[in-house]
């Protein structure tokens, strides 16, 4: 089984920046579509940002637009999600995965992604 590894969570204040990083194998680089997910207890697993395989095209929930950054790197064929200036609202569970297209899929749709990570806690205090 392929599975994702992320790493970096942490318990932060508010107002605290936190890097989060997940390396793949070369063959999960490669997929049309890598992303992070959270999730808080009680809450569905939403999308907080997407990535195109090339890196040109990123996409964001509202909630987090201004504060974090998704990006990837090649040489090390890992995603990584630069979060500042977070809130006590981040609180949740953070997953990466990878996926493909899929016609009238959103980037946020969980039907695109078949490679998930273990989850990787982050815990923001007011």
């Known amino acids: 089984q392929v599975r994702l590894k992320e790493s970096g969570g942490d318990s932060v204040q508010a107002g605290g920046s936190l890097r989060l990083s997940c390396p793949t194998s070369?063959?999960?680089?490669?997929?049309?579509?890598m992303a992070w997910f959270r999730q808080a207890p009680g809450k569905e697993r939403e999308g907080v940002a997407g990535?195109?395989?090339?890196?040109?095209?990123?996409y964001y929930a509202d909630s987090v637009k201004g504060r974090f950054t998704i990006s990837r790197d090649n040489a090390k064929t890992t995603l990584y999600l630069q979060m500042n200036n977070l809130k006590p609202n981040d609180t949740a569970m953070y997953y990466c995965?990878?996926?493909?297209?899929?016609?009238?899929?959103?980037?946020?749709?969980?039907?695109?992604?078949?490679?998930w990570g273990q989850g990787t806690q982050v815990t923001v205090s007011s």
């Open positions: 995965a990878a996926g493909g297209t899929r016609p009238g899929f959103r980037w946020s749709d969980l039907g695109l992604y078949y490679y």
């Open positions: 070369a063959y999960t680089y490669a997929s049309e579509y």
């Open positions: 990535i195109g395989r090339w890196g040109a095209d990123t």
